[in-house]
Nanobody, 116 residues
Framework: QVQLVESGGGLVQAGGSLRLSCAAS????????VGWYRQAPGKERDLVAH???????NYVDSVKGRFAISRDNAKNTVSLQMNSLKPEDTAVYYC??????????WGQGTQVPVSS
């Protein structure tokens, strides 16, 4: 059974930090590109950070220099270190795993409210 389980969300003050984690199971994690998406109230779900199976990273401009994505293929986990959080980072954060030819997998999401 395929599972992506996010953890680490919670209320944080502006300027603070959080580390989100996503534990994967039920598929060959190391072969998948993994991304963190977020969805703010009333808005679409957007990509925040992405890491390929080879370890290449990409970030949306609004989080560059503040967020860092990493993966541990031995533990089947992907993390998102979020620093200098802003109220506009408030959203539900989702973990996503994708590989060419297959439908992507999604986690259930974890809430990150950032207070001003």
């Amino acid at each position: 059974q395929v599972q992506l389980v996010e953890s680490g969300g919670g209320l944080v003050q502006a300027g603070g930090s959080l580390r989100l984690s996503c534990a994967a199971s039920g598929f060959m994690f190391s072969r998948y590109a993994v991304g963190w998406y977020r969805q703010a109230p009333g808005k679409e779900r957007d990509l925040v950070a992405h890491i390929t199976s080879a370890g290449s990273r990409n970030y949306v401009d609004s989080v560059k220099g503040r967020f860092a994505i990493s993966r541990d293929n031995a533990k089947n986990t992907v993390s998102l270190q979020m620093n200098s959080l802003k109220p506009e980072d408030t959203a539900v954060y989702y973990c996503n795993a994708a590989v060419t030819g297959n439908s992507p997998y999604w986690g259930q999401g974890t809430q990150v409210p950032v207070s001003s």
